[in-house]
């Protein structure tokens, strides 16, 4: 059974940069498709990327798209997540989690980190 911790939150001033990452323990992650996704405090999780098993496909939500990115290393079975400008609308807690196959819905995902908070302050 796959494992995942993410690590690399913290507390940021809006403008700023943090890069999150997800590590495997327990399986190889090249079989999986990778997603991040978020949840704010009263909100419902939400897809925030995602990303194919070989690294060749990416999905970025619209309300992050061209500030995050995703991407993954199948040699060190980690993905990470690249988030520059950040906002203080970006304030959750991030988790990540592996699919068969990449996909939007929390639901087709089975297995999850226990996440890692991401406070933007403005």
């Known amino acids: 059974q796959v494992q995942l911790v993410e690590s690399g939150g913290g507390l940021v001033q809006a403008g700023g940069s943090l890069r999150l990452s997800c590590a495997a323990s327990?399986?190889?992650?090249?079989?999986?498709?990778m997603g991040w996704f978020r949840q704010a405090p009263g909100k419902e999780r939400e897809f925030v990327a995602g990303?194919?098993?070989?690294?060749?496909?990416?999905y970025h939500a619209n309300s992050v798209r061209g500030r995050f990115t995703i991407s993954r290393d199948n040699a060190k079975n980690t993905v990470y997540l690249q988030m520059n400008s950040l906002k203080p609308e970006d304030t959750a807690v991030y988790y990540c989690?592996?699919?068969?196959?990449?996909?939007?819905?929390?639901?087709?995902?089975?297995?999850w980190g226990q996440g890692t908070q991401v406070t933007v302050s403005s």
């Open positions: 990303i194919n098993w070989s690294g060749g496909s990416t």
């Open positions: 989690a592996a699919a068969a196959w990449v996909a939007t819905m929390t639901s087709k995902y089975d297995y």
């Open positions: 327990g399986g190889t992650l090249s079989s999986y498709g």
